[in-house]
């Protein structure tokens, strides 16, 4: 079964920096197109970015452009999330996911998912 890892999670101080990893397992990454979403306490899940499979495309949410980066490297298996400036309101659960569909910004349309991992921003 294909599965998927996110790691680099944790605590991390406003205005700081923090890398996200996700690594794939029974899993051809270079096969997908690959997103990132969010999810705080009460609310929906929230897209944040994706990108193509070969890495030439990128999408961001608005709620993120320009402070955090996709990257992929499907040599090693894995996409990359880097936060910068990561402020309060960023504080969620961050999964990574799979989906055939490119470009994609809809949770339904993702075949695989990680466990999330936790990211708090201190003020």
């Known amino acids: 079964q294909a599965q998927l890892v996110e790691s680099g999670g944790g605590l991390v101080q406003a205005g700081g920096s923090l890398r996200l990893s996700c690594a794939a397992s029974r899993i051809p990454l270079s096969a997908y197109a690959m997103g990132w979403f969010r999810q705080a306490p009460g609310k929906e899940r929230e897209f944040l970015a994706c990108?193509?499979?070969?890495?030439?495309?990128?999408y961001y949410a608005d709620s993120v452009k320009g402070r955090f980066t996709i990257s992929r490297d499907n040599a090693k298996n894995t996409v990359d999330f880097e936060m910068n400036s990561p402020r309060p309101e960023d504080t969620a659960v961050y999964y990574c996911?799979?989906?055939?569909?490119?470009?994609?910004?809809?949770?339904?349309?993702?075949?695989?998912w990680g466990q999330g991992t936790q990211v708090t921003v201190s003020s």
């Open positions: 996911a799979a989906t055939v569909v490119e470009g994609s910004m809809k949770p339904a349309q993702y075949q695989y």
């Open positions: 990108i193509s499979r070969s890495g030439g495309r990128t």
